[in-house]
C-alpha cells in the first residue's frame, strides 16, 4: 500500500460573482448570482513512504485545494483519497495523530506568548507522554537551532525563525505525512537554505512522505526527485525536474560579451537584451536556430566571449505557465 | 476527558499570559464589565425610589431577575468566549489547525480564549445573588433553591445552544461576525423580568426566543410562581435546543470541508 | 473636497456590502427599543407620568434614542483600533489625505445608513403599535433638535476618535473603548433618561459632555428645555466639540509619533 493514493480527485465550489457600482452592492444585499468552479479535476497519483514530492503551477492551479483535501480540511466532490489507509475527510484521530500540515502564511502558534507554549499545548493535544515531548522538542531544537526562540513571545521572532518555531509545533507528533504549502515564502536566501536542509533532514530520519508546494523553484530543485505539475486543476507532468526542464525548454540562451561598446540600437534590431553600459547582451533563441545564430552573431559584433546556456528552471516555469 | 481538562487547562493558562501581556487593555474590559452591572443596579434602584413595584415584583425581587440574567449571561460568555473571535479564526486559518488536530474543532473553537476577567466578575454576582435568596426563607425554601440552581443551569445549557448555533454559522457563511451580538443584544430584554414585556410579547419571549425560560423561569420558580408543567418545558425546551445545535454544528462543518478554497 | 466625497460614496457601498454585519447591527438596536419600550410602557401604565415625563414623552423619548443612538452614537472606532494594532494606519498617512477628514466621511457613510435604517424601524413600530408620538411644540426646537443632533455627532466623532487613538499605547488592545462605549451609553442617557438617577449624580454628568450626545437633543424634541436654557446648551455642545476636537488632534500627533519612533 502506498502513503498516499489518489484516484480520479475532483472539487468543485460554488462562488459568487459581484456586480460593480453602487447599484450592484444594493441589488447584492438581497440577491446573489452563484457559479461553479472546478478547482480539481479528476487527478491521480500515488506517492510512497519516504518520498518527497513537490507541487509546482501558477496561482489557482488547484494545488492548495488538492493539500487540503489529503490532510482532511476539504472533503472531494468525486473520486477517492487515501492517506496511510484512512479517508482524510473522515478526520479520525488516528489519522489526525500522524499528519501535519503547514501553511505558510498561517500560523498556529499563539502570538502573544513564547512559542514553547503552544509547544505544550500540542503536546495535550497529541497526548504526548513527558518523554515523548521532551525527546522530540530536544531533536526538533537541535536541528532547527530553535534554542535562542523558545522563550520569546512569536510576535517579537523574526520571520525565518518563527517559521521554524512554526515547523517545529507541526512535527512535535512526528507525522508519517507532512504536508508543506508554501514553506519558505517571505523567507531571505539564507533562511531559505536553513529550512530546505531541515525538511531533507526530517525526510530521512523519520521516512515521512513529504508533499510540498512552492512558487520557489530553488525549493522544488533542491528537495524534491519527483514534480507534479498542476494545470487548471488537472496534472499536466509527473516525473522529474530535470526532464520537465529538457522537455519544456525549447529555447536557449546566448550570452555574449563584447570588446567596446555596441550601440543599443543595432543590437536591439536582433531582438536581444543590451546591458546599460553597451558591453554584454543576452538572446532567447530556439534550440534549432542556436548554431546559425551564433555565428552571425559573431560575424556582426565584436565578441570577445559567448556562452550557450539551458534556460534557468524559473524560466521555464513562466513560459509554461503563461502560456497556460 | 483527562486530555480535554489538560488541554482546556493549557489553553485557559496561556490566554491568561497573553492577556497580562496587555494588562491596560485588560483593564478596560474589567472595568467595562464592571461598570455596566453597576450602572443598571443603579438605574433598578433608582427607579424603585420613585415607584412600589414593577410589574407587580418588589425591588428585591426585580434585583434577582436582574443578577440571574447575569449569572446566565457571564456563565455562557466564560464557556464561549472562543466564539466572539470565530470568525476570525476561520478567515486567518486558526480555524484549519483545529480540523486537522486530533481534538474537537468545537472545544478548541469556543474555549480558545478563557476569559478571567469574566470569572472575576461573576463572583461578585453570585454573592449578590446568594445574600438576595437567603432573604426569602418560605416553607419550601430548600426545593424552591435546588429548582433556581437547576433552571438556571438549563438556562446555561440554552445559552449554550444558541452559541453553538452562532459557532455553526461562523464556520459556515465565514462572514457573519456580528451574529453573536445579535444574539447579546437581544439577551438585554433578559435584564428586566419578563412580565413587563405584556401577555403577547412574553409568549413571544417563551416560545420563539426563548429568553424568559432563561433569565425569569428560574426566579419565577424559586419564588413559587412557576408550574411544573412550565418546569418541564423550560428542561425539553434546553434538550431539544441543544441537539438542535450540535447537529447543525457538524453539518456546518461538513459544508465547510466541501466548499471553502 | 471631492476625495472626501468619493471615500464617503465608496464606503456607503462597503456598509451595504456587508450585509449582515449591517443587519446585527440593527436587530441590535432594535431589540434595545423595544425592550426599553415595553419597559417604560408597563411602568406607566396607570400612572400620568413618571418624573415629569408624559407617557407620549417617554415612549418618543426611546424612539428619539434609537435614532440618536444611529446618527450620534455610530462610529467607526474598532475599525480604528484595528487599524492601528495592525499597522495599516501608515497606509494612509502616506497619501495626501487629512486623516481627520477621511474619517470624518467614512463616519457620516456610516451614520446616514443607519440614520436611515432608524426611520424605517421607528416608522414600522409606530405603524405596529399606533403608540402616541409626541411632536415638537414649535419649529424652534425642531430646529434647535437638528442642530444639537449635528453637534452631538461631531462631539462623539472626536470623543471616540481620542479614545481609539490610545491604542497607540496599549499595544494592540481595544480595552480603553470597551469601557468608553459602555461609560457613554449610560452617562448620555442612551439606555434611560438621566432624571431617573439620583441627584448627585446628575449633577456630576452635568459637568460632563455625555448628556450633549442624546440625553439634551432630545430634550430639546421633547420641549423640556426653556428657550434661554437651549441656547445656553447648544452653546455648551459646541463648547465640549470645539475642546475635544483640539484634544484628539493633540492625542492623534503624539500617537503618530511614538508609532513611527517604534517602527510600527
Given at each position: 500500500?502506498?502513503?498516499?493514493e ?112 503552544t ?20 531533536e ?6 530553535l ?38 515564502l ?31 523553484m ?15 486543476g ?18 536557449k ?25 553597451g ?35 524559473d ?10 | ?19 497580562i ?18 450602572f443598571?443596579?443603579?438605574f ?7 415607584i ?54 468545537l ?14 466578575t ?23 433553591c435546588?429548582?433556581?440552581f437547576f ?50 410579547f ?49 453539518t ?10 | ?20 454585519s ?26 400620568p ?13 426611546i ?80 430646529l ?34 470597551f ?6 451609553q449610560?452617562?448620555?442617557g ?36 426653556g ?5 445656553r ?32
Amino acid at each position: 500500500m502506498s502513503a498516499i493514493e489518489v484516484e480520479l480527485l475532483a472539487k468543485e465550489y460554488q462562488v459568487f460573482e459581484r456586480k460593480p457600482g453602487l447599484w450592484g452592492s444594493i441589488v447584492s444585499v438581497f440577491w446573489r448570482e452563484w457559479k461553479s468552479v472546478r478547482a480539481v479535476d479528476s487527478i491521480s497519483f500515488r506517492i510512497e513512504e519516504g518520498e518527497l514530492v513537490g507541487f509546482l503551477g501558477a496561482n489557482g492551479a488547484g494545488k492548495t485545494t488538492t493539500l487540503k483535501m489529503l490532510s482532511g480540511l476539504l472533503s472531494p466532490s468525486s473520486g477517492s483519497v487515501q492517506v496511510l489507509g484512512f479517508h482524510p475527510w473522515k478526520r479520525e484521530r488516528e489519522f489526525q495523530r500522524q499528519i501535519s500540515l503547514v501553511m505558510g502564511q498561517r500560523t498556529q502558534l499563539w502570538w502573544e506568548i513564547p512559542a514553547q507554549e503552544t509547544f505544550r499545548l500540542n503536546q495535550a493535544i497529541y497526548g504526548l507522554s513527558e518523554k515523548e515531548y521532551r525527546q522530540s522538542l530536544d531533536e526538533l531544537v537541535e536541528m532547527l537551532n530553535l534554542k535562542d526562540c523558545l522563550s520569546v513571545p512569536v510576535k517579537k521572532l523574526s520571520l525565518g525563525q518563527r517559521m521554524r518555531a512554526e515547523l517545529a509545533a507541526a512535527l512535535l507528533h512526528r507525522p508519517k505525512i507532512l504536508l508543506l504549502d508554501e514553506p519558505t515564502l517571505g523567507l531571505d536566501v539564507v533562511m531559505q537554505k536553513k529550512v530546505r536542509e531541515f525538511i531533507l533532514d526530517y525526510n530521512r530520519k523519520w521516512k515521512a512522505s513529504i508533499l510540498l508546494t512552492s512558487h520557489n523553484m530553488d525549493d522544488l530543485a533542491a528537495l524534491c526527485p519527483r514534480v507534479l505539475m498542476l494545470e487548471k486543476g488537472k496534472i499536466i507532468y509527473d516525473g522529474s525536474l530535470e526532464q520537465l526542464v529538457r522537455r519544456y525548454a525549447e529555447n536557449k540562451v546566448i550570452r555574449m560579451v563584447f570588446g567596446e561598446r555596441v550601440s543599443p540600437d543595432k543590437i536591439a534590431a536582433f531582438g536581444a537584451d543590451i546591458d546599460s553600459l553597451g558591453t554584454s547582451a543576452l538572446i532567447s533563441v530556439p534550440r534549432s536556430e542556436v548554431s546559425r545564430k551564433a555565428a552571425l552573431f559573431l560575424s556582426s559584433f565584436p565578441i570577445v566571449d559567448m556562452t550557450i546556456e539551458e534556460a534557468s528552471v524559473d524560466e521555464i516555469v513562466r513560459t509554461i505557465f503563461s502560456r497556460a | 476527558m483527562k486530555k480535554y481538562l489538560r488541554v482546556w487547562w493549557k489553553m485557559s493558562s496561556m490566554s491568561l499570559m497573553a492577556q497580562i501581556s496587555h494588562p491596560l487593555g485588560s483593564v478596560g474590559f474589567l472595568l467595562g464589565k464592571i461598570v455596566r452591572i453597576a450602572f443598571f443596579f443603579a438605574f433598578i434602584i433608582a427607579i424603585f425610589g420613585h415607584i412600589k413595584n414593577l410589574a407587580g415584583y418588589s425591588l428585591s425581587e426585580t434585583a434577582l431577575f436582574f443578577l440571574t440574567f447575569n449569572i446566565v449571561d457571564i456563565s455562557a460568555q466564560i464557556l464561549f468566549r472562543g466564539i466572539y473571535s470565530a470568525r476570525r479564526a476561520v478567515s486567518e486559518g486558526d480555524f484549519d489547525f483545529y480540523l486537522i488536530q486530533p481534538c474537537s474543532a468545537l472545544f478548541r473553537l469556543s474555549m480558545t480564549t478563557f476569559d478571567f476577567l469574566d470569572a472575576i466578575t461573576l463572583l461578585p454576582v453570585l454573592v449578590m445573588t446568594g445574600q438576595i435568596l437567603e432573604r426569602f426563607s418560605s416553607p419550601g425554601f430548600f426545593v424552591h433553591c435546588l429548582l433556581y440552581f437547576f433552571l438556571t443551569f438549563n438556562a446555561v445549557l440554552i445559552a449554550s445552544s444558541f452559541h453553538i448555533l452562532v459557532a455553526g454559522l461562523a464556520v459556515r457563511t465565514q462572514e457573519l461576525e456580528n451574529t453573536i451580538w445579535i444574539y447579546r443584544d437581544i439577551m438585554f430584554m433578559g435584564r428586566f423580568p419578563s412580565d413587563v414585556y405584556g401577555p403577547l410579547f412574553q409568549l413571544f419571549l417563551t416560545f420563539v426566543l426563548p429568553i424568559a425560560v432563561m433569565t425569569s423561569f428560574p426566579v419565577r420558580a424559586f419564588l413559587g410562581l412557576l408550574s411544573p408543567q412550565w418546569i418541564a418545558y423550560a428542561f425539553t425546551l434546553a434538550g431539544l435546543l441543544f441537539g438542535l445545535s450540535l447537529w447543525f454544528w457538524k453539518t456546518s462543518v461538513r459544508q465547510y470541508t466541501s466548499s471553502s478554497s | 473636497m471631492r476625495k472626501y466625497w468619493r471615500a464617503y460614496q465608496i464606503s456607503i457601498q462597503e456598509t451595504l456590502q456587508r450585509r449582515s454585519s449591517l443587519l446585527m447591527d440593527r436587530v441590535g438596536g432594535l431589540a434595545v427599543m423595544l425592550s426599553l419600550y415595553y419597559f417604560w410602557k408597563t411602568l406607566l401604565s396607570g400612572r400620568p407620568s413618571f418624573l415629569g415625563y408624559s407617557y407620549s414623552q417617554m415612549l418618543t423619548y426611546i424612539f428619539g434614542m434609537n435614532i440618536l443612538r444611529s446618527f450620534a452614537l455610530t462610529g467607526r472606532g474598532w475599525e480604528l483600533v484595528g487599524e492601528i494594532s495592525s499597522g495599516k494606519i501608515s497606509s494612509y498617512l502616506v497619501r495626501p489625505l487629512n486623516y481627520h477628514g477621511y474619517a470624518l466621511s467614512l463616519d457620516l457613510s456610516k451614520k446616514t445608513i443607519h440614520l436611515f435604517a432608524a426611520l424605517i424601524e421607528v416608522g414600522a413600530l409606530l405603524m405596529l403599535f399606533h403608540p402616541p408620538f409626541y411632536l415638537p411644540q414649535s419649529a424652534l426646537s425642531g430646529l434647535a433638535f437638528l442642530a444639537a443632533l449635528v453637534l452631538a455627532s461631531l462631539l462623539f466623532f472626536f470623543l471616540e476618535f481620542l479614545v481609539s487613538s490610545l491604542a497607540f499605547w496599549t499595544s494592540e488592545s481595544g480595552g480603553p473603548l470597551f469601557f468608553f462605549e459602555l461609560c457613554v451609553q449610560f452617562a448620555a442617557g442612551a439606555f434611560f433618561p438621566l432624571d431617573v438617577l439620583p441627584r448627585l449624580i446628575q449633577k456630576g454628568l452635568s459637568f460632563s459632555p455625555f448628556p450633549y450626545l442624546v440625553f439634551l437633543p432630545i430634550n430639546i424634541y421633547l420641549g423640556r428645555v426653556g428657550e434661554g436654557q437651549m441656547l445656553r446648551d447648544l452653546l455648551m455642545a459646541g463648547l465640549w466639540t470645539a475642546v475635544f476636537a483640539a484634544i484628539s488632534l493633540v492625542v492623534w500627533r503624539k500617537g503618530l509619533a511614538s508609532y513611527s519612533a517604534e517602527g510600527g
